[in-house]
């Protein structure tokens, strides 16, 4: 049977179903789903969160042509959007991928988690919805060669054009010293940033013991500076529910020239010498006939960190050496394609409990919309460890850059990590970059650190180069990240022991007083620490070629013509924040460069 028809059987199956489920809201969608035309303006690779808002932004004016291809679905599981911070993370909207074991965490493996959905992994993360601080994105712009606009400057204007901003209940900021800043906001797009009305007396108890530890407090956490702050979260404040890259970028719709294949797998980026024509693509099933659609202007890969990589290693662009294991022939020797990979990390639980009781600060706010975390702190490497910072700085600047990297990692990769260390040694002396995270709900806590020195790898397997590809966190391989988690755990001993908590006698659960000198507690992080809050990045940097950059100022894959990348896979390091407000940006920031080529 042709494969066009079997798709169309496949898709008026569908539409059956849905239809049945949602009679008003999918009838117009499943117009736009039928079979694929032969050729569009613009395919894009991935309908997660920067896929769908290019794609919507590229065909806002009628004059393009886009085709998104998701290997996921249209699941209109109420729990999506009304299930709360956990209502979106279930089996059958993530990807069954697991890391390799890590070596320095007792040979522990994990979970990648990445949804694989429509709307991708903003439809089922956490909805805690931040930015980082304004120095991680001046970083960027370093890391980007002379001249980049990759920086806070040259981004903000597309959070405020991404974002719309919703201010919190005037009685719920006044009891619970929340502040903001209209200056760093929108209130234009569909996705949008509210502030949730639930909070305790002590979530303020605790917060105001930051602020008396020297904590920063900004006016608003979203304005480029750290410290300890209230958070929105990608809520909908007249719907009270999930606001995600579906509901602003794709829902209700309508319009001829924007369509949506869902199920469906590219495994090729198709060329003509060194210019992307169109794409192949297979059911997500497995079992099933290759597909071409031609793409007129461009290739655009959103496949997010995890899939953007095996897609250019699939169609012939990464390292040489690994494509030629796996017998792909070599269209671009491109030695960045898939290192560099970064993640957050976090301890699950750092316990406390009172000896004596607080008198906590009396409130009364309705706690209600959706469950999601909404108070943290955000600090750089001089609050976590005063005493030790600058040995750390000096260490990480002195050491040897190919130390600790991959062996096969390429000559221009390692010059890439050289321009990193000098570059991160300079931040890790500013309170101003954010080294630890943790949300505040009561004493205690699940900390993270947000910059981690190790770089890890996710590389096509080279006997089976269609499976999910092999993930390597390589956690820990440098041992500066130990240090800091170690100081970490130091800090929050300090601030629940002394001051003016002292007098509360905490006492800590986990890990324990008897875990006590610093080789201690690196075996206790050893085998309790994740090296993943679900945020991977960087695998396809947005770095010069030399220093094992993959996409250009412009985002165009080196080497190649009218390729293009969008997603969190250009990041060159992490932001001191979740990701997916970055990404918006970013994406927002792609569509008016992809529109200027034009």
Known sequence: MAPVLLRSLFLATLAISLVTAHPAKYAKVLKR????????????????????????????????????????????SQAILTGGGG??????????INSVAQKELNNRAFSVGIGKVVGGSSAVNGMVFQRGAAEEYDIWGQL???????????????????????????????????????AYWGQESKIYATFGQSGSGQQKFIYQAYAKFGVDVPKDGNGGKNGVTWFTT???????????????????????????????????????????IGVQYVPASGSGAAV????????????????????????????????????????????????????????????YSWGKTPSYPQVSVPNKGLFAPNLGIFIGLPVIAPDAYEAIATKYE?????????????????????QQQKVWGKAMRSKGVTYMNMMIMGPGGSPQNLKPTSRGTVLINPSNPQAEPIVDYRAMSNPIDMQITVEIIKFMRRFHTTGSLAEFSAKETSPGANVATDDQIATWIRGQITPSV???????????????????????????????????????????ATTSMTVYAMAEKAADIIKSRQ
Do not use: C
Request: aromatic share 8%; charged share 20%; glycine share 12%.
């Open 33 to 76: 789903e039928e079979a694929p035309k032969e050729s569009y303006d613009y395919v894009i690779i991935g309908g997660g969160t920067s896929g769908l808002t290019v794609g919507d932004r590229l065909t806002e004016d009628g004059k393009y042509t886009v085709l998104v291809i998701e290997v996921g679905v249209l699941d209109n």
């Open 87 to 96: 209502g979106g993370m279930d089996p059958s909207r993530m990807y069954n």
């Open 144 to 182: 980007g060669g002379g001249n980049s606009t990759w920086n806070w400057d040259g981004i903000l204007p597309y959070f405020k054009k991404g974002i719309h901003f919703t201010p919190p209940d005037a009685n719920f900021a006044q009891q619970m010293n929340v502040t903001y800043d209209l």
């Open 234 to 276: 990608s809520m909908d404040p007249t719907a009270t529910s999930r606001s995600y890259a579906r509901t602003g970028h794709w829902d209700n719709i309508n319009r001829a020239n924007y369509e949506l294949l869902t199920g469906s797998k590219v495994n090729k980026i198709l060329f003509e010498g060194e210019t992307a």
């Open 292 to 351: 071409t659609v031609k793409a007129n202007k461009e290739v655009i890969l959103a496949a997010g960190a995890i899939h953007t990589p095996q897609v250019l290693q699939l169609s012939g662009i990464g390292p040489s050496a690994l494509l030629k294991q796996a017998n792909i022939p070599v269209l671009v020797d491109l030695p960045g394609v898939g290192y560099n990979f970064q993640d957050h990390s976090y301890l699950p639980n750092v316990g």
């Open 398 to 418: 002195s050491q040897d850059p190919a130390q600790y990297l991959p062996t096969s990692a390429a000559p221009e990769v390692i010059e890439g990590y050289k």
């Open 534 to 576: 679900f945020h991977p990045v960087g695998t396809a940097a947005k770095m010069p070629r030399e220093w094992g950059g993959v996409v250009s100022e412009d985002l165009l894959v080196w080497g190649v013509k009218n390729l293009s990348i969008i997603d969190a896979s250009i990041m060159p390091t992490t932001v001191g």
